[in-house]
C-alpha cells in the first residue's frame, strides 16, 4: 500500500477555506481502482498545517489516476499549488 502526504502550511482563515474545500470536494477520486481512501488532518497550532493523506493499493493505480484528466481538472482548481508531496510506502502495520 502507498500513502501520499500533500503539507500545507496555512494561516488559521485559510485553514477554514481549505477545510471546506476538502470537505466538499467532488469525490471523483473515490472511483479510481485501487482508491483506498483520504483524511484531512489539522494540527493545533494558531497557524495550523493542513494533511491531505491519500491511501492506494499500488503505484499503478495512484500512477493512473495522477495522469488522468480528472486529477489534471482537480489540480488545476486547487487554490493552493504550494502544498509540500511525499509518497510513502506503508512496510508494516
Known amino acids: ?3 501520499t502526504i500533500n503539507r500545507f502550511r496555512v494561516s488559521a ?3 477554514r477555506h481549505l477545510e471546506a474545500a476538502f470537505g466538499s470536494r467532488s469525490r471523483t477520486v473515490d472511483r479510481y ?3 483506498l ?3 484531512v488532518l489539522r494540527s493545533f497550532e494558531p497557524e495550523p498545517e493542513l494533511l491531505l493523506v491519500t491511501r492506494w ?7 493512473a489516476y495522477f495522469q488522468s484528466e480528472d486529477f489534471k481538472a ?3 482548481a486547487s487554490a493552493r ?3 509540500t508531496f511525499t509518497l510513502y510506502e506503508v512496510v508494516a502495520r
Open 33 to 35: 481502482e485501487g482508491f
Open 81 to 83: 499549488q504550494d502544498a
Open 74 to 76: 482537480t489540480r488545476a
Open 37 to 39: 481512501g483520504l483524511e
Open 13 to 15: 482563515e485559510e485553514a
Open 1 to 3: 500500500m502507498l500513502v
Open 57 to 63: 493499493r499500488d503505484r499503478e493505480c495512484m500512477k
